[in-house]
């Protein structure tokens, strides 16, 4: 197969970007789409043509959330429910031509290339996502009751791999999908539930901080989503908040 | 320095119980306007607006609903502006995600509605202040305006426009409420097409009524 890539290049943080337009022959349609970016920069090393381009990645089978590319106007390319190691050049025309873009957000600042600095995202999760207690030995799996409806949702929420595709396809860039699924996981679960006001508190002040935007029921991050996460995660963040600030009796 | 905090969320959910209010009063409005449909020369719907302009408490209401548009603009600009800087640098490719239609156009429907309802009140609610000129007598009022084809047509376009702000609003806003639940949403969702439906073909049929003689 044959494309037209037009891939954002940018020096550094400060460098003023643009796009670079590189002609790409003989993929196998069974290529993914980073294995089609390698050999694109197989060839611009070989050539001399110019430094590789930059791009995140790591276990390249969609658990990790490392990879993150804007590719033809959607997070992770067209397909549903894949991170963009999934994608394979088959989901393509021969011919086509590939707009590739970095995440493109206020909090999700580009290092170089297709590269963005996600860690606002690990600095939600530092703000409150986690259970603070001295743990002892493991309890026995029945020990503590939990419906299998309520352990399935904790699960599904659990899923989430902090890619920020819910930040890069939402208009307002938004991180409510994310801290959605970071608060349900947990308190959705029994250990995770005597902190859930203060956690919810926590994590929405730090997302407020680091200049994520207003969630405003588009639902482009769950169209988006690689884990498939729901927007009831949202809601039942939207309700824990009111609960929060309601409910929440301190001295 | 910021001088009013209110976090993303909670300026959310004030949006959302404003737009609540905003939603009984329109279904309030629509019934209110039926009365026009009626062969009794005005007498009904006269009188109803005769109770409006003179019930004290009415009169509190009117105020209270007046901020509450008031009120939802300004937190629907504010958060608007804050969504422009999350993301300072945009997309060269338009976006292609699978997302409702009427989601993204609630800001520009949202001005479109403002737009449409201050003609909404230079036609009736100014007259009734004494800032414009017109027939107190709203029942005539109604009759003279809604028989004029161009006028006709722009209160079907407005309705259109107000169909696609709450299509989407109603649902959204028991999604910011936190009532969006894997239960309820379904219902919640088919509701808000059911009130959208109801709403805008009350009010369409007493414009499309007047303007055929029915």
Redesign the interface.
């Given at each position: 197969m044959r494309f037209t890539l037009?891939i954002?290049r940018q020096e550094n943080a400060h460098a003023k970007g643009q796009?670079e337009t590189y002609p790409i022959d003989n993929i196998s349609p069974d290529c993914s789409f980073l294995e089609m970016l390698d050999i694109l920069n197989e060839s611009l090393i070989n050539d001399r043509i110019a430094h590789p381009v930059c791009f995140d990645n790591d276990c390249r089978e969609g658990i990790c959330g490392m990879c993150g590319l804007?590719i033809?106007?959607?997070?992770h390319g067209?397909d549903d429910g894949i991170t963009t190691c999934q994608l394979h050049m088959r989901k393509f025309n021969d011919g086509d031509e590939i707009?590739i873009?970095p995440w493109?957000?206020?909090?999700f600042p580009v290092i170089r290339d297709l590269v963005v600095d996600r860690s606002a995202l690990d600095k939600i999760i530092q703000a409150g996502g986690y259970i603070n207690t001295t743990t002892g030995g493991v309890p026995d799996a029945n020990a503590i009751p939990i419906p299998k409806h309520v352990a399935d949702?904790a699960m599904d929420a659990a899923a989430c791999i902090g890619c920020g595709a819910c930040v890069a396809?939402c208009?307002?860039?938004?991180a409510m999908l994310f801290v959605g699924a970071k608060v349900s996981h947990l308190a959705l679960l029994p250990q995770g539930e005597v902190e859930a006001m203060d956690r919810v508190r926590s994590m929405?002040?730090k997302?407020?901080e680091l200049?994520?935007?207003?969630?405003?029921?588009?639902?482009?991050c769950e169209?988006?989503c690689p884990k498939l996460i729901?927007?009831?995660n949202?809601?039942?963040?939207?309700?824990?908040?009111?609960g929060s600030?309601l409910g929440r009796d301190k001295k | 320095m910021q001088i009013i905090k209110l976090?993303?969320?909670?300026?959310?959910?004030l949006v959302a119980l404003l737009g609540m209010f905003l939603c009984v009063f329109l279904l309030f409005h629509a019934a209110a306007n039926m009365c026009i449909l009626r062969h009794d020369g005005g007498a009904w719907y006269n009188a109803f607006c005769d109770f409006m302009g003179t019930n004290y408490l009415v009169k509190f209401m009117e105020i209270i609903l007046l901020g509450t548009f008031l009120f939802h603009i300004i937190l629907t600009v504010w958060?608007t502006i804050?969504?422009k800087?999350?993301?300072?640098?945009?997309?060269?490719?338009?976006?292609?995600?699978?997302?409702?239609t009427g989601?993204?156009l609630?800001v520009w429907t949202g001005i479109l509605i403002l737009v449409c309802l201050f003609c909404h009140f230079m036609d009736f609610y100014f007259v009734k202040l004494g800032l414009v000129d017109g027939n107190l007598n709203f029942y005539e009022q109604a009759h003279q305006k809604f028989q004029i084809t161009h006028i006709a047509i722009s209160y079907l376009v407005f309705f259109v426009v107000v169909w696609f702000h709450i299509r989407?609003g109603f649902?959204?806003m028991?999604?910011?409420?936190?009532?969006?639940?894997?239960k309820y949403?379904r219902a919640l969702e088919v509701l808000g097409k059911i009130y959208s439906w109801v709403v805008c073909l009350m009010f369409t049929s007493v414009v499309v009524g007047v303007y055929f003689g029915f």
């Open positions: 037009h954002w796009f804007y033809n106007g959607r997070p067209n707009w873009e493109r957000a206020k909090a949702m396809a208009k307002n860039a938004s929405v002040e997302m407020d200049g994520f935007g207003n969630c405003t029921n588009t639902y482009a169209a988006e729901k927007r009831q949202i809601s039942r963040l939207n309700r824990h908040w009111i600030l | 976090h993303s969320i909670s300026k959310k959910i958060v804050e969504n800087m999350a993301r300072p640098q945009g997309y060269h490719q338009p976006q292609r995600s699978k997302t409702h989601s993204k609630q989407h649902a959204a028991f999604q910011t409420l936190g009532l969006y639940n894997y949403g």
